[in-house]
């Protein structure tokens, strides 16, 4: 059965097992939070004394058609395509509209990156793509 996704849904990878979050398998090494919005997330993440990062650059996807759940989920794998290079390991759907023009409809889909990590400090790009491939490496 196909993942429903909503605004405020929440893709994470490799970390859920830290904070004892549920997440759904979504695709490749990516989950779904389960039963946590962002807000609820980031105060578990906190209370843990860990920092949950909002980045501020937004990733958009866009298809033609009615907002359909096969359809939201194409276009994240297409998202996480577009932010994959820079090793974040969450994403936030920020929104999923639903237009027309000319009578033909679509819908934007956007999401935001996130990142969970023990400094209050953002890492760099090099620092998160070590982090990544070391956990990699220790699931084996």
């Not at 759904?24 to 105060?43: C, H, I």
């Not at 990142?115 to 982090?131: F, P």
């Amino acid at each position: 059965m196909p993942q429903e996704f909503q605004v405020g849904t929440i893709l994470i990878s490799e970390w859920p097992q830290l904070f004892g979050v549920e997440s759904k398998p979504y695709s490749g090494n990516w989950g779904v939070v389960q039963t946590l919005d962002g807000f609820a997330l980031e105060r578990k993440i906190r209370a843990a004394g860990w920092n949950f990062f909002f980045i501020a650059s937004e990733a958009k996807a866009t298809f033609f058609g009615a907002p359909g759940t096969k359809k939201i989920g194409q276009a994240l794998t297409r998202i996480l395509g577009k932010v994959s290079h820079q090793h974040f390991n969450g994403l936030e759907v920020t929104g999923i509209i639903a237009k027309h023009f000319l009578g033909l409809p679509y819908t934007v889909v956007s999401a935001h990156s996130r990142h969970v990590q023990d400094s209050c400090y953002l890492d760099c790009a090099e620092v998160r793509r070590t982090a990544k491939r070391d956990a990699a490496w220790a699931r084996g």
